[in-house]
């Protein structure tokens, strides 16, 4: 297919579009309705604006705006192309979704600073469209600390004791990567290659063959560290720290913004700052798949040993994260295919799982899985929703994850790694391990003694309607995956 290169002000527009509400939301923020209603129309826009660059990148057409000129060969400018679409689709979609959960959530738990909460997470997609729509590392390096800087109020928002914990783990963590190995890669990169820009195409790269290998492998494992938003080990312990943030940031952490920041920084790294051709002559990439292969075990069995909800969910999302990164490691076809599609598929499973654990604790008030039982038959809709997107995180047919799972194993095969498909079916016995007992404990299990759930019935409209939407979108992406995996392949050529 041939690259056309076009200038489009829209890409400017739709990151406008999430600053500009957060300024509206902050302007009218003793007004609840119409705060809410600045970032419902907010998210509409930018999801409309998103959806107008699909026929062009579809087509072949890299969208671009230049912004500024640093230095020479380091800018601030934007980009549309195929991989920035599957990430800022995903944000812009799923921050419709929530806004209209968040509502719902944060009003039946009277939650305080309300007006803060929604012009942070105004600025967290922000700082996310601005990381999908990045043309280079530079660009990418900016909003990727400006999402640490505007998602640390809302993992701090209770303002106790706990949350301020959290927070102050969440921000170490990341802004301590990004200065120890990401922002000293970046400049030496820069300084080796003359240009931070990305390629066109994945196999290229920035590096010549006149560059020292081992300082290229260093400049690797730096990136790889640097992104600790992609939760692989050891640099995960932010994210289970973080889920003492209300339930409606936990679902932005894990499945809209933080998360995804993280691995798609990580993997568009990957392709397109190294490039598939250095990483099979370097040998970069089984290693890595190994390497994040330890996480995915490791996390899952951890999520297997925990009670409380959101603590077993975030564990899962330390799991599922390293399917990604491993999948574009891999470096056949079939491998990141399956890695990139796990960016959306991952995406509108997790964040159904997360909105149902909210609506959980909003009706039954109950946050751990052994005070459960029965309770499936009291709020049917909740936990029926939440059965129907942990089979996509194990990866049963027909919803979103077993097009992951699928191409993962298949992948596995074309690189001829044995180790790396017996991890892939290891983990989706754990997944059925730790997912499996939380719907058989609500729908066929023992009711606490003396709990009777008087009174308990489903969360508000507000709430189910977009776990609802979410669950099916999980489902539908399932059986028609072609729509995003179009993208991929505008990836992938």
């Keep these: 297919m041939e690259i056309q290169t076009v200038s489009s002000v829209k890409l400017l527009i739709a990151l406008l579009v999430p600053l500009i509400g957060t300024l509206g939301v902050m302007f009218v923020g003793k007004n609840e309705n119409v705060r809410e209603g600045v970032s419902s129309v907010a998210s509409i826009i930018l999801l409309l604006l998103v959806a107008s660059m699909i026929p062009a990148v579809k087509d072949g057409q ?17 980009r549309a192309d195929g991989m920035s ?9 799923l921050w419709t979704i929530a806004v209209y959960y968040s509502m719902g959530y944060m009003r039946a738990h009277q939650e305080h600073a309300q007006t803060r909460f929604n012009a942070c997470f105004a ?5 996310a469209i601005g990381v999908a729509f990045s043309d280079n590392l530079f660009t990418m390096y900016l909003f990727y600390e400006i999402v640490s800087v505007c998602t640390y109020p809302l993992v701090a928002h209770a303002q106790d004791k706990a949350g301020y914990e959290g927070a102050q783990k969440y921000i170490v963590y990341l802004t301590t990567t990004a200065k120890l190995f990401l922002l000293p890669a970046l400049i030496l990169i820069y300084v080796i290659t003359g240009t931070l820009d990305f390629p066109h195409n994945i196999s290229d790269g920035l590096f010549t063959g006149d560059v020292e290998s081992w300082i290229v492998i260093m400049l690797y494992i730096f990136c790889l560290f640097g992104f600790a938003k992609n939760g692989v080990m050891p640099f995960h312990h932010w994210l289970p720290g973080a889920m003492v943030a209300p339930t409606p940031v936990s679902a932005l952490l894990h499945a809209v913004a933080v998360v995804k920041v993280g691995v798609f920084c990580t993997t568009r790294t990957m392709l397109y700052v190294f490039g598939t051709d250095t990483m099979h002559a370097l040998n970069l990439g089984i290693p890595t798949a190994y390497f994040v292969g330890f996480t995915v075990l490791a996390a899952s069995i951890l999520a297997l040993s925990k009670d409380n909800l959101k603590e077993r969910l975030a564990y899962s999302t330390v799991s599922q994260l390293s399917y990604i990164i491993l999948g574009v490691a891999l470096l056949t076809p079939a491998g990141i295919d399956g890695g990139l599609i796990h960016i959306v598929n991952h995406a509108f499973s997790k964040i159904t799982l997360f909105f149902c654990a909210g609506a959980i604790m909003i009706a039954a008030h109950k ?17 029926a929703c939440f059965f129907i997107a942990s089979l996509s995180m194990i990866g049963a047919p027909p919803v979103a994850g077993f097009v992951t799972k699928w191409n993962l194993l298949v992948g596995s095969i074309q690189a001829h790694q044995m180790g790396i498909l017996l991890i892939l079916i290891a983990s989706t016995m754990l997944n059925v391990g730790y997912f499996a007992p939380v719907t058989y404990k609500a729908f066929f299990g023992k009711r606490p003694q003396g709990e009777t759930y ?6 508000p409209l507000s709430m189910l309607i977009p776990i609802v939407i979410a669950c099916t979108i999980s489902v539908l992406i399932g059986i028609f995956p072609n729509f995003m995996m179009d993208f991929v392949k505008v990836v992938t050529g």
């Design 123 to 127: 600025l967290a997609i922000f700082g």
């Design 62 to 78: 890299i969208l671009v705006y230049h912004l500024f000129t640093v230095l020479p060969g380091l800018t601030i400018t934007l």
């Design 454 to 459: 008087q009174g308990i019935k489903e969360a």
């Design 367 to 383: 946050k751990d899985l052994s005070e459960m039982g029965g309770l499936g038959k009291t709020m049917p809709v909740t936990f």
């Design 85 to 93: 679409m599957i990430f800022a689709l995903v944000a812009s979609s």
